[in-house]
């Protein structure tokens, strides 16, 4: 029986042949995946999160398909180009098919997104299961009130031709819920798609939590009020005001009392 290491030694030597700006980018995606497996948001092995590379190249970052997202370091992601071939695969593991589909989906038609976070949390997948999707039922998700758009369900998405009508619903938005299979949220950097799927999460962890509740009737706000923090939240959307930094910093030094080897 094989084992591959998260840090062998030809991952370690990943930092020397890539731009500074490259490694910036592979720091923060591997802090995501750290945070993500500290939030307990993880489903094995299977699902993923992505960054473009910085340059003219169409690459993007991706997990290496078989590490826990508590083993995702800076230098064991894989560089992959927008039509699938492996441009860097450190580990030898390659890659989930499923996600370079939905991951080159949209950073093939989004180049103003940077990053792509895909989840299979419980309450995530709960939501998606609903047929009224995401409710405006709490300050989380009004905050989304406008910006959430909905895929369909067609299977494990390893269709090629998926790409295109996940593209169709994403629209000009940045948060995609996929009708019984998860969330997806996507950002001008890493920062502020974890910030949104952070909000998401919460968004869906309250609202199974109401309806836990059984015959209690649920408040809903009235249309101004949505239409209210709808404009209190553009900053939040556009991803460019302060919180997004304050927030990630946050995170970061919630992250390294514990764990700091993600950055090798």
């Known amino acids: 029986m094989s084992s591959v290491s998260p840090l062998s030694s030809v991952s370690k030597h990943v930092r020397q042949r890539v731009s500074p700006e490259e490694w910036e980018v592979r720091v923060k995606l591997a802090a995501a995946y750290r945070l993500a497996a500290l939030f307990k948001w993880t489903d094995h092995i299977y699902t993923h999160f992505s960054a473009r590379v910085p340059g003219p190249d169409e690459h993007f970052l991706i997990n290496a398909f078989g590490l826990l997202f508590d083993e995702i370091t800076a230098s064991n992601l894989v560089k992959v180009d927008i039509d699938g071939t492996l441009v860097d ?39 998606s299961a609903q047929r009224d999707g995401l409710l405006p039922i709490s300050q989380h998700s009004i905050a989304f009130s406008g910006r959430v758009a909905y895929h369909g369900y067609e299977g494990i998405a390893l269709d090629l031709d998926e790409r295109e009508r996940l593209v169709a619903d994403l629209g000009d938005k940045s948060v995609l819920i996929l009708r019984n299979h998860g969330l997806l949220t996507a950002g001008v950097s890493v920062e502020h798609a974890f910030q949104q799927l952070q909000s ?65």
Do not use: M
């Open 89 to 127: 695969d450190p580990t030898g593991l390659g890659i989930n098919y499923a996600g370079y589909v939905i991951h080159s989906a949209i950073h093939g038609a989004r180049p103003d997104l940077q990053a792509v976070l895909h989840t299979h949390t419980r309450d995530g997948i709960a939501v």
């Open 200 to 264: 998401l999460e919460r968004a869906c962890n309250i609202q199974i939590a109401a309806q836990a509740a059984g015959n209690a009737e649920l408040i809903f706000p009235p249309a101004e009020v949505v239409a209210k923090v709808e404009a209190q939240a553009e900053a939040f959307k556009r991803g460019d005001g302060p919180g997004v930094a304050r927030h990630w910093n946050a995170l970061i030094r919630q992250l390294e009392r514990t764990d700091v080897d993600y950055k090798d």
